[in-house]
């Protein structure tokens, strides 16, 4: 079994499309081989060697995903996303301490700035429009001395990422070619991914659901992957038009947006039928799944993932097996359990969901703490904490009732904000609902919900409460709703629950 990234991609025959893009040619797989040999050449003519860490600043598209793709063969991966700001750049790029940025040949920003400033090497990478998509061409700064050849090895580290750092200091996640790899099979083998599937890719590649789920698992089963330029729901359908994938995997706000358009789109969606569609990343509201299902007349599949899983660790089966709503589905790669949330031990019943398989980083880096926290032996295997409390049913799903940090604390009374969150997105005028905790001076949290209303509902803070009021109890019941255009989300796409109260200007009393 392929261990490593370049032997994921080895055994698919030269002339399969692999990369595409709008208005290009596609790129085959033995193009994109040759591409990887002559990236390996530059980066050590630029002594980069197999073990230095490359950072990467590009925007989405199809040579951030080859620049990945690529540069994980031969060297460490940390893809940054080009959003940051200086300050940003400074803190992440000292942190991975990375030899090389990767940055498009005209970057003048701060990402360049920062990384002049930290003493490292530019590499510049320039495109041919007329060449297919995702080739390009490296272009050192400076004069280096020539780094040894070597490739990088299954226990060598292919990719580091960070974590959100949502409460506290954003911790480094490496992850092995062996954990690329691992996981990219376990997805191939979850959506039975062949050479004749293709995904839309609309997930930024500087995370790890697109990179994992999108690019690598595609490109471990010889299949194509046709990448978008970013997210945009007004382009969507022009690129499923021209791409016509056979699915596409995404996060539930840009599925919400995708749906918004749907209705005047009916003739693309009939013409270009889907085998499923893929949510990850957030939990996928049970309604969302229900009219994603009816709207594309394929099953939706919902999966459960975070970085330090190198992306998957749960997801709704194919059919003949059944999605259930409200569900990440059952064990897809790693084994799937449930730990007492304070002693290191496995439990029945409702607990923090943990995990442990070849997909699972080795440890944060250079954070003892963290890593005494989250790992723990128990019945023979290595267990990570992921942070969610869950449980297991019968059958095997897994259903989640929310991060450990984000479960609501009233006076004593735990409350799942995804509970909430479900109760509230039954109500015919809302569109998007997140539930969190607002601070209260007397029960220490009180609960509160961000909502945005369908085009052309209306409902007012009461009415809302109101609604929610017949199905919860008492002191389940948003005190306080707040009716926005927008929730504000992150960088890839979710809804932050953690620090919206403090956004929104809802402090004690409010």
Same mark, same amino acid.
């Given at each position: 079994?392929?261990?490593?990234?370049? &032997? =994921?991609? @080895?055994?698919?025959? %030269?002339?399969? !499309?692999?990369?595409? *893009?709008?208005?290009?040619?596609?790129? +085959?797989?033995?193009?994109?081989?040759?591409?990887?040999?002559?990236?390996?050449?530059?980066?050590?003519?630029?002594?980069?060697?197999?073990?230095?860490?490359?950072?990467?600043?590009?925007?989405?598209?199809?040579?951030?995903?080859?620049?990945?793709?690529?540069?994980?063969?031969?060297?460490?991966?940390?893809?940054?996303?080009?959003?940051?700001?200086?300050?940003?750049?400074?803190?992440?790029?000292?942190?991975?301490?990375?030899?090389?940025?990767?940055?498009?040949?005209?970057?003048?920003?701060?990402?360049?700035?920062?990384?002049?400033?930290?003493?490292?090497?530019?590499?510049?990478?320039?495109?041919?429009? &007329? =060449?297919? @998509?995702?080739?390009? %061409?490296?272009? !050192?700064?400076?004069? *280096?001395?020539?780094?040894?050849?070597? +490739?990088?090895?299954?226990?060598?580290?292919?990719?580091?990422?960070?974590?959100?750092?949502?409460?506290?200091?954003?911790?480094?996640?490496?992850?092995?070619?062996?954990?690329?790899?691992?996981?990219?099979?376990?997805?191939?083998?979850?959506?039975?991914?062949?050479?004749?599937?293709?995904?839309?890719?609309?997930?930024?590649?500087?995370?790890?659901?697109?990179?994992?789920?999108?690019?690598?698992?595609?490109?471990?089963?010889?299949?194509?992957?046709?990448?978008?330029?970013?997210?945009?729901?007004?382009?969507?359908?022009?690129?499923?038009?021209?791409?016509?994938?056979?699915?596409?995997?995404?996060?539930?706000?840009?599925?919400?947006?995708?749906?918004?358009?749907? !209705?005047?789109?009916?003739?693309?969606?009939?013409?270009?039928?889907?085998?499923?569609?893929?949510?990850?990343?957030?939990?996928?509201?049970?309604?969302?799944?229900?009219?994603?299902?009816?709207?594309?007349?394929?099953?939706?599949?919902?999966?459960?993932?975070?970085?330090?899983?190198?992306?998957?660790?749960?997801?709704?089966?194919?059919?003949?097996?059944?999605?259930?709503?409200?569900?990440?589905?059952?064990?897809?790669?790693?084994?799937?359990?449930?730990?007492?949330?304070?002693?290191?031990?496995?439990?029945?019943?409702?607990?923090?969901?943990?995990?442990?398989?070849?997909?699972?980083?080795?440890?944060?880096?250079?954070?003892?703490?963290?890593?005494?926290?989250?790992?723990?032996?128990?019945?023979?295997?290595?267990?990570?904490?992921?942070?969610?409390?869950?449980?297991?049913?019968?059958?095997?799903?897994?259903?989640?009732?929310?991060?450990?940090?984000?479960?609501?604390?009233?006076?004593?009374?735990?409350?799942?904000?995804?509970?909430?969150?479900?109760?509230?997105?039954?109500?015919?005028?809302?569109?998007?609902?997140?539930?969190?905790?607002?601070?209260?001076?007397?029960?220490?949290?009180?609960?509160?919900?961000?909502?945005?209303?369908?085009?052309?509902?209306?409902?007012?803070?009461?009415?809302?409460?109101?609604?929610?009021?017949?199905?919860?109890?008492?002191?389940?019941?948003?005190?306080?709703?707040?009716?926005?255009?927008?929730?504000?989300?992150?960088?890839?796409?979710?809804?932050?629950?953690?620090?919206?109260?403090?956004?929104?200007?809802?402090?004690?009393?409010?």
């Amino acid at each position: 079994m392929a261990a490593t990234l370049a &032997a =994921l991609i @080895a055994p698919h025959d %030269a002339a399969l !499309p692999a990369i595409g *893009a709008p208005g290009r040619d596609w790129l +085959t797989y033995g193009g994109l081989r040759e591409l990887a040999g002559r990236v390996t050449a530059s980066l050590r003519a630029a002594g980069i060697g197999a073990t230095d860490r490359v950072a990467i600043v590009l925007p989405n598209g199809p040579e951030m995903a080859t620049a990945f793709v690529t540069l994980a063969q031969a060297a460490v991966t940390a893809p940054l996303n080009p959003a940051y700001r200086l300050e940003e750049y400074r803190f992440y790029l000292d942190d991975l301490k990375a030899k090389a940025l990767v940055v498009m040949a005209d970057e003048s920003g701060p990402a360049v700035e920062a990384a002049t400033a930290c003493g490292m090497k530019i590499l510049r990478l320039s495109v041919d429009p &007329a =060449l297919p @998509a995702g080739i390009f %061409a490296l272009h !050192p700064e400076g004069e *280096a001395a020539p780094a040894p050849d070597g +490739t990088p090895e299954a226990g060598d580290t292919a990719l580091i990422l960070h974590t959100s750092g949502t409460t506290s200091r954003p911790k480094i996640v490496p992850l092995l070619q062996s954990n690329l790899a691992a996981s990219a099979l376990n997805i191939r083998a979850a959506l039975a991914l062949s050479r004749d599937d293709r995904c839309l890719n609309v997930m930024p590649l500087f995370h790890i659901h697109g990179l994992i789920a999108a690019v690598s698992a595609s490109l471990a089963a010889g299949a194509s992957v046709w990448c978008a330029p970013g997210f945009d729901a007004l382009r969507f359908f022009g690129w499923m038009k021209e791409a016509r994938p056979s699915w596409y995997t995404a996060v539930p706000t840009m599925h919400q947006a995708i749906l918004s358009r749907a !209705p005047r789109n009916a003739d693309v969606i009939a013409d270009t039928p889907l085998r499923f569609l893929r949510s990850s990343s957030a939990s996928l509201p049970a309604q969302v799944m229900r009219a994603l299902s009816e709207t594309f007349a394929a099953p939706v599949i919902e999966a459960y993932g975070m970085t330090e899983a190198t992306h998957q660790m749960t997801s709704n089966p194919l059919p003949p097996r059944s999605q259930i709503p409200g569900s990440v589905g059952i064990t897809a790669g790693p084994m799937v359990r449930t730990a007492h949330e304070a002693e290191d031990r496995l439990i029945e019943g409702t607990g923090e969901v943990v995990i442990s398989g070849a997909n699972v980083t080795p440890g944060y880096e250079g954070n003892p703490d963290a890593n005494a926290k989250s790992f723990f032996l128990a019945e023979g295997h290595r267990w990570f904490r992921t942070g969610d409390q869950g449980a297991i049913d019968a059958e095997g799903y897994l259903h989640l009732t929310g991060r450990l940090k984000e479960i609501i604390n009233r006076g004593g009374e735990k409350i799942s904000p995804l509970e909430v969150d479900g109760v509230l997105m039954d109500h015919p005028a809302i569109a998007q609902v997140v539930t969190f905790a607002m601070p209260h001076p007397k029960l220490g949290e009180e609960v509160a919900a961000a909502v945005v209303l369908a085009e052309g509902q209306s409902a007012t803070d009461r009415e809302i409460r109101d609604f929610a009021a017949t199905r919860l109890a008492d002191f389940k019941v948003p005190r306080k709703v707040v009716l926005l255009d927008e929730i504000p989300k992150g960088a890839t796409g979710k809804m932050q629950r953690i620090g919206l109260a403090e956004k929104l200007g809802l402090g004690p009393g409010a």
